[in-house]
């Protein structure tokens, strides 16, 4: 990001897979993090010690609105930003479910930290693919419904870039 911005990019969107920490949540769901729990490495080389780190509200109201519009339901909110996967301890798990947090994911805290402390617009948007809802690891055997999320999320994200370009 760093030497894209250097570059002239202005704004970033990571379209990706995450896991589910609600149990309403299916493969497939879709979630807009507005803010993200920093758990991983990279944001504390960018921001002051923080909980979390928030996206370009512009930008998560824009993709919200463009999926509405298409009839795509989905989620807005909190997401946590880990990078170990696989490390998630039973108990944060749980925590993180009782507080509203939608996902578990490994880039938007850092995406959101290299943004903000480069003046920059960020936005991370994901499609659950398995989940730990109730501190339970679930992956289908069929993961067409998370890449079918992919897909609609990257239509979704270009029409807004179109729209907004």
């Given at each position: 990001m760093d030497q894209l911005a250097a570059f002239g990019v202005r704004q970033f969107i990571a379209i990706g897979l995450a896991g589910g920490l609600q149990p309403d949540q299916e493969p497939g769901h879709?979630?807009?993090?507005?803010?993200?729990?920093?758990?991983?490495?990279?944001?504390?080389?960018?921001?002051?010690?923080?909980?979390?780190?928030?996206?370009?509200?512009e930008m998560a109201e824009a993709v919200s609105a463009v999926l509405a519009k298409q009839n795509h339901s989905h989620s807005s909110?909190?997401?946590?930003?880990?990078?170990?996967?696989?490390?998630?301890?039973?108990?944060?798990?749980?925590?993180?479910?009782?507080?509203g947090v939608l996902a578990v994911d490994m880039e938007a805290a850092a995406i959101f930290a290299v943004a903000k402390a480069n003046d920059l617009s960020a936005l991370a948007v994901f499609s659950?693919?398995?989940?730990?809802?109730?501190?339970?690891?679930?992956?289908?055997?069929?993961?067409?419904?998370?890449?079918?999320?992919?897909?609609?999320?990257?239509?979704?994200?270009?029409?807004?870039l179109m729209d907004h370009a």
């Amino acid at each position: 990001m760093d030497q894209l911005a250097a570059f002239g990019v202005r704004q970033f969107i990571a379209i990706g897979l995450a896991g589910g920490l609600q149990p309403d949540q299916e493969p497939g769901h879709l979630v807009i993090s507005q803010r993200a729990i920093r758990d991983e490495g990279v944001s504390r080389h960018y921001l002051p010690e923080a909980e979390s780190v928030e996206s370009s509200n512009e930008m998560a109201e824009a993709v919200s609105a463009v999926l509405a519009k298409q009839n795509h339901s989905h989620s807005s909110g909190v997401t946590w930003t880990t990078d170990a996967p696989f490390r998630e301890l039973r108990k944060d798990v749980l925590a993180h479910q009782q507080r509203g947090v939608l996902a578990v994911d490994m880039e938007a805290a850092a995406i959101f930290a290299v943004a903000k402390a480069n003046d920059l617009s960020a936005l991370a948007v994901f499609s659950i693919a398995d989940t730990l809802a109730n501190g339970v690891w679930s992956m289908p055997s069929d993961l067409r419904p998370a890449h079918l999320g992919l897909s609609i999320l990257f239509e979704s994200v270009l029409e807004y870039l179109m729209d907004h370009a």
